[in-house]
């Protein structure tokens, strides 16, 4: 396993969302005192709040995060270089100079129609040719303070990547991987822009933001600078609509994804030599559920957490089941983080504008990264690889086979899936082959010694399985979106959410998923 260790996990409890400390101590406090005080001092009260409930999770590693909080933000002081008319640098980003329709806003209810007008003006903005007019030498000097500053927050990241693989004992800093791509985006996005947050509370806010540090989404900096400056940062006019959110994480969390990891669990147990070709398929396709309902459901509360301090809503997943290629697929699926490689890697690089052989290398060189960015371990690097592979496939030949058939396309996508997250559940390289082995027994390897314990596996987890089908299918999804608001969705929430409590009560802590990568 790469990232925490299971004997260490349980240091971790109070700091993961899906447990009755945090939900019933840790966020009702720190909603109170966030409306509580001051509107001036709500950024203190988020900013300590998320170091604490870091510090509950492992004291040591607060001093990394408190750390990094600190470099980065003099590191993007110091690459922020435009002056304002004063002469002074900028105090914000964007603060100064503000939007015509900033100040028109500021004292309205948000419209996010009119946000995203703002949005789109602020991209445009970054295109601003402060850097034609600064002098060579400049140019020179932020472009060095860059690659520092990049390469610091990058071998950070990859020292406790390659120390957890080699290091069995290494307890990875949870988050970390959220928080550094959060710095790195910061720092770039200061550099194009020459403008950076002068305020270390505003920028220690921003990066250790608690709702986020675990399991994303991975919010760029100008996101809650935004909300900021509209107003936002207030009493959110739909609380009590922003409760739907983490009821319906909570219940995909516990409900299912928990459920469903005791049938992996199970397989592992059996031994993967032993089980029949139906539990390799069974387990491959619950597996598959069981990781994306953890990490929606976590996505969930985190941005419904979010909307209850006024932070913009981020979505994270978009029914990436219902995708019809392994591209699409991944961009719906974790879609912040598939942005951020899109903006901060895949187009520095050149994206696809330097021909066929350089855009495909280009494709091979991000997945490997995204590979890492799970974990350090040989098999996340080769499933990493293997989606780069299926991605440069799609993209130069199969891709206009798959948009002609919505069936085939569909199920592509539902056979492919499952085995390539088997490469990324599975440790080790022999491991990996007797699974493959069981599930396609064609090739040699024989029948299982044990042909009922599908039927055995199957009945204990029906409601699961069927619950997990049902919301990957779009419809039923769009259609609980849509009557969110409707008496018996409301009473169906208020359920889920007190009969996952009740699971939570009694039975042993399965965190996050995503803290062991």
Not at 8 to 27: A, G, I, P
Not at 167 to 190: R, W
Request: aromatic content about 16%; glycine content about 8%; some cysteine.
């Amino acid at each position: 396993m790469s990232g925490i260790e299971i004997g260490n996990l349980e240091s971790l409890h109070t700091l993961v969302f899906s447990s009755l400390e945090f939900l019933f101590r840790y966020l009702p406090l720190f909603l109170i005192l966030f409306y509580a005080v001051p509107k001036r001092f709500r950024m203190f009260v988020l900013f300590a709040f998320s170091l604490i409930l870091y510090a509950l999770g492992d004291p040591a590693h607060v001093l990394i995060l408190l750390g990094m909080s600190v470099v980065n933000w003099l590191f993007g002081y110091g690459l922020a270089t435009e002056p304002d008319a004063d002469g002074k640098r900028m105090s914000g980003l964007h603060r100064k100079k503000e939007h015509p329709g900033v100040r028109g806003l500021r004292r309205k209810t948000i419209n996010w129609s009119e946000l995203q007008i703002f949005e789109e003006t602020v991209d445009q903005r970054k295109e601003e040719p402060y850097r034609n007019t600064a002098s060579p030498q400049t140019v020179k000097k932020r472009k060095f303070w860059l690659a520092v500053s990049v390469l610091c927050n990058a071998s950070l990241l990859i020292f406790f990547k390659l120390s957890n693989v080699f290091e069995e004992n290494m307890l990875l800093p949870v988050g970390i991987s959220f928080y550094t791509f959060k710095s790195i985006s910061y720092l770039i996005d200061v550099y194009r822009s020459g403008h950076a947050e002068r305020s270390f509370l505003r920028f220690g806010a921003y990066l250790c933001c608690f709702p986020q540090i675990v399991s994303g989404p991975i919010m760029r900096y100008g996101e809650m600078e935004q909300a900021q400056q509209f107003g936002v940062w207030k009493a959110a006019s739909t609380f009590s609509a922003t409760l739907a959110l983490p009821s319906a994480g909570l219940g995909m969390k516990v409900l299912l994804a928990d459920r469903l990891g005791f049938l992996w669990n199970d397989i592992q147990t059996i031994g993967f030599e032993s089980i029949s070709t139906p539990l390799a398929w069974l387990g491959a396709a619950a597996y598959s559920m069981e990781l994306y309902f953890d990490f929606a459901g976590y996505s969930l509360i985190a941005v419904g957490i979010g909307r209850m301090i006024g932070l913009p809503a981020i979505k994270n997943f978009d029914q990436p089941y219902s995708s019809r290629s392994v591209s699409e697929f991944y961009r719906r699926w974790h879609m912040t983080l598939g942005s951020w490689f899109r903006d901060y890697l895949y187009i520095p690089l050149g994206g696809n504008r330097k021909g066929t052989l350089r855009t495909v290398f280009n494709l091979l060189l991000v997945w490997a990264v995204t590979g890492f960015w799970h974990g350090g371990g040989l098999h996340f690097i080769l499933w990493g690889m293997i989606l780069g592979l299926l991605v440069v496939i799609e993209k130069l030949w199969i891709g206009k086979w798959l948009k002609k058939s919505k069936i085939l396309s569909h199920v592509y996508v539902l056979f492919v899936i499952p085995l390539t997250w088997m490469v990324f559940a599975i440790p080790t390289l022999p491991e990996i082959g007797v699974y493959f082995a069981r599930l396609f027994p064609f090739f040699g390897v024989g029948s299982a010694v044990n042909p009922g314990d599908f039927a055995k596996e199957l009945t204990l987890f029906i409601p699961e399985l069927v619950g997990g089908i049902l919301l990957c299918i779009p419809q039923v999804y769009r259609w609980c979106e849509k009557h969110r608001k409707n008496v018996i969705v409301v009473a169906a929430l208020f359920v889920v959410f007190w009969y996952s409590v009740y699971r939570m009560a009694n039975a042993a802590n399965n965190p996050f998923m995503y803290a062991n990568f």
